[in-house]
């Protein structure tokens, strides 16, 4: 029932938002606009590593906070981190409070018939992260068993997307983070987080949990950044400026510092 509720309000969201933007003007000075603010304002899950999150001495960094600071460097303005409820990353949008949301921000058809967004930048599948003593090695040894989800997140709508994987689970909990998530696979709370693959695989790599990422994947998709629909001037001009940034090798400097490599799909 809970989900059913759930999935209500957050359709209800979507048409709410939908129709607001139907009815804005498309703002062809949002550019000039935000230059005359001086600030670019990125909302954000700060506990999204290595895209977004707090440092040791919680100042917010991460890949995509290092691509952002680039972009209000080139637009000539200052970059703020704005953390946000993700799950009302949209109204946060909406309501002006964010200029745009990036942070591992995954491509639906849902967010797109809400907000402006860019084509995407990076790639990422949707994994189950186990214990590595579980004995899980696919997605049908989790029949019965419990998963865990960052609410708001789009693992939700990859387990719902998969009817056999998602009848046969015998129960699903909402987080408010991966990372709490993660805490609670560690102490058994939960049998396997469902999860970005790019966080989980840097997660497991920095804390040295005894957890695996299973081979088979949920659903494969897209990041992007989504700007409010009334302002494709301004997207366009974040995403000419990365791909300036594509050219001239400061993308591939930023993905070397973060993975090792380039790993951006920017073409």
């Known amino acids: 029932m809970k989900k059913i509720i759930c999935a209500i309000i957050f359709a209800a969201s979507v048409l709410a938002l939908v129709s607001c933007s139907k009815s804005q003007s498309v703002n062809a000075n949002a550019v000039e606009d935000l230059k005359s603010r001086g600030v670019f304002v990125l909302g954000l899950d700060d506990s999204f590593p290595p895209l977004g999150f707090r440092s040791d001495d919680n100042e917010i960094v991460g890949y995509d906070i290092d691509l952002a600071k680039e972009v209000a460097k080139r637009l000539g303005v200052e970059f703020k981190a704005q953390p946000i409820d993700w799950d009302a990353k949209e109204m946060e949008l909406e309501t002006g409070k964010i200029d745009c949301i990036w942070n591992g921000f995954t491509i639906t058809e849902e967010r797109k018939a809400a907000l402006s967004f860019t084509e995407a930048y990076l790639n990422n599948d ?7 003593d579980s004995g899980i090695k696919s997605l ?33 909990i909402n987080f408010k983070d991966n990372v709490t998530a993660l805490n609670d696979l560690d102490i058994g709370g939960v049998d396997a987080v469902v999860m970005d693959s790019i966080v989980a695989n840097y997660s497991i790599a920095q804390t040295k949990k005894p957890f695996v990422v299973i081979d088979e994947a949920l659903a494969a998709e897209a990041y992007g950044i989504g700007f409010r629909k009334s302002e494709p001037a301004l997207r366009d ?24 490599k380039d790993i951006s799909v920017i073409k």
Not at 126 to 132: K, S
Not at 142 to 168: P, R
Not at 238 to 248: F, G, H, P, R, S
């Open 126 to 132: 949707q994994v189950l992260v186990v214990r590595a």
């Open 140 to 172: 049908s040894d989790m029949k019965g068993k419990t998963i865990g989800i960052q609410s708001g997140s789009s693992a939700q709508e990859a387990v719902d997307d998969n009817q056999a994987f998602s009848s046969s689970i015998g129960k699903t």
């Open 237 to 260: 001009e974040v995403w000419k400026i990365l791909l300036e940034m594509k050219a001239d090798g400061t993308l591939a400097a930023i993905g070397q510092k973060w993975f090792g």
